[in-house]
């Protein structure tokens, strides 16, 4: 949070203000987020400590839930989601009835009809969905939080005015600085 000003992030700002913040972060593979993701749904990244697409068959907190009386699941996505991995999570009806659109998330939240565990996957390929990209006639915004995966390409990132069609995307700047802070 030290790399973004609050006027930028104003929801995480005011979200670490007001509950508990952790000052320093670690992560169970020392590695990069796949790996951390699959963790995240498995206790093992099966391994891998780079980005590797590929299947995964570990046991999945969502098989474990299914066991449980009275528990439910579902994923939320937008655009394809990284958690496709595991093949055991939609490859049955019954599974993959639990794979909803993200829009439906917000749905549910207003009547009230989240299972035991949800899960929202963000857009992860925002590179094949630039803003300039006038290859795209619907071209869809991230809506995940790498400072990396903005929408906006390398070329025409100096002329680009920032708005609120834009994702979490810091100015290059305070990325800049961001790096240099983290790796002292």
Known sequence: MLCHPSKQVPVLSQ????????TRCFCSVPSETWPNRYFLHAATSDGETDIDIRPYDNPTIFEVLERQPGTNWHIYYDDTPQIWAFRKLWDTRSRHANWYPFPDFLDHVAAGQLPSYSFNEPNHRPSLHLMDDDSDPNPQVSNNQHPENNLVSDSVYPQFASNSTADFSPR????????RSSTR
Do not use: D, S
Request: hydrophobic content about 45%; charged content about 20%; glycine content about 0%.
């Open 172 to 179: 290059r700047e305070t990325h800049r600085h961001c790096l």
């Open 15 to 22: 979200l670490a203000l007001n509950f508990a913040v952790c």
